[in-house]
């Protein structure tokens, strides 16, 4: 079992950066990808950026390529996702996940959830 957490949402301005951090407990060492989705209000969730744990291959939404960078502690067992240039459409509930396969980008895939973190972009 892994327990995930997130933290440092807020609210930011447009054109802004923000970091958002997922604190992973338990079994970690049993989850080959740890990933960020998003939840708009009134949308479904959807993904936003992956990484391998264990060899750091990083893969994201066209929504957010050259603007968020995903990343991982595996010693401090935590994940972190920069954003930067934000938009008021990034504006979502975050949530980090973990899987148990490689390569995927389905939210049915991650077995593991955090409760997420409110993050709300303001133009």
């Known amino acids: 079992q892994v327990q995930l957490v997130e933290s440092g949402g807020g609210l930011v301005q447009a054109g802004g950066s923000l970091r958002v951090s997922c604190a992973a407990s338990?079994?970690?060492?049993?989850?080959?990808?740890m990933g960020w989705f998003r939840q708009p209000p009134g949308k479904e969730r959807e993904f936003v950026a992956a990484?391998?744990?264990?060899?750091?291959?990083?893969y994201y939404a066209d929504s957010v390529k050259g603007r968020f960078i995903i990343s991982r502690d595996n010693a401090k067992n935590t994940v972190n996702l920069e954003m930067n240039s934000l938009k008021p459409e990034d504006t979502a509930v975050y949530y980090c996940?973990?899987?148990?396969?490689?390569?995927?980008?389905?939210?049915?895939?991650?077995?593991?959830w955090g409760q997420g973190t409110q993050v709300t972009v303001s133009s």
């Open positions: 996940a973990a899987s148990h396969v490689y390569g995927n980008r389905r939210p049915t895939d991650f077995g593991s």
């Open positions: 338990g079994r970690t060492n049993s989850e080959y990808t």
């Open positions: 990484i391998h744990r264990r060899d750091g291959f990083t």
